[in-house]
C-alpha cells in the first residue's frame, strides 16, 4: 500500500493559515486535512468533528498516556494535537496536510523525515497585529499571549523547508500550493 505526501503547515495566530488552507484545499480537493484534537472550547460555529474534535482536558491527558497522537502542545491555556490515527487513515487515502505549531512539527518531521515543512509568516508584525485585533474574537489578554507566542514561532522559522510570506493572500496561497505541486509530481 503507497501513502500519500505529508505537510506540515505553521505559523502564528492570525498570519492566515486559514484562509491559506482553504483556498489551497478548494484547488487541491484530494489534498486530505486533518482534523486536530483540542482541550478547548467550541467557538460558535464551530462543529466537533469539522474545525477539531473537542474532547476534555482530562480526555486529552488520557489520550496522551495512550500515545494517541503524533504530536501535541499545550499553549493558550489548552492542548492541541495530531491523533496518529488521523494521519495513518488520511495518508492511505492520498497527500495530506497537517496544520499545527512548531513543536508538533519538529515532532512530525522526526516522525515522518519526509515530511515537508512550510511556515507563513506575516510581512510585519504591525500587520499581524491588526489581523489579531480584526478577528474581533479575541481577548485583549489573548491577544498579548498571542503575541509574545508569535514571537517565538517567528525564531524557529527557520527549521521549516519553506517560508511562504502572506502579505498578498493570493500569492501565499500560489506558494504553497506550488510547494505541494513540486513534491507530489509522479
Known amino acids: 500500500m503507497s501513502f500519500g505526501h505529508l505537510f506540515v503547515i505553521s505559523g502564528a495566530s492570525g498570519v492566515g493559515k486559514s484562509s491559506i ?16 484534537a483540542t482541550s478547548r472550547a467550541p467557538r460558535e460555529g464551530e462543529t466537533n468533528g469539522v474545525q477539531y474534535f473537542f474532547v476534555t482536558e482530562d480526555a486529552f491527558r488520557q489520550m496522551i498516556a ?3 497522537f503524533v504530536e501535541y502542545d499545550y499553549h493558550m491555556n ?9 494521519v495513518l ?6 497527500n495530506m496536510i497537517l496544520d499545527v505549531e512548531p513543536v508538533g512539527a519538529m515532532r512530525v518531521k522526526e516522525i515522518y523525515p519526509e515530511a515537508t515543512l512550510i511556515y507563513v509568516a506575516p510581512p510585519c508584525w504591525e500587520i499581524l497585529e491588526q ?9 485583549e489578554e489573548q491577544i498579548k499571549i498571542r503575541q509574545q507566542r508569535a514571537a517565538w514561532e517567528e525564531s524557529q522559522k527557520d527549521k521549516y523547508d519553506y517560508i511562504v510570506i502572506n502579505d498578498v493572500l493570493d500569492e501565499a496561497v500560489e506558494s504553497v500550493l506550488g510547494i505541494i505541486r513540486q513534491h507530489t509530481k509522479d
Open 21 to 36: 488552507l482553504r483556498k489551497v484545499m478548494e484547488q487541491m480537493p484530494d489534498l486530505q486535512f486533518s482534523v486536530s
Open 66 to 68: 495512550q500515545g494517541a
Open 78 to 86: 489548552n492542548y492541541y494535537g495530531t491523533l496518529k490515527s488521523e
Open 89 to 94: 487513515n488520511k495518508t492511505k487515502l492520498g
Open 131 to 139: 489581523r489579531l485585533r480584526t478577528r474581533n474574537d479575541t481577548p
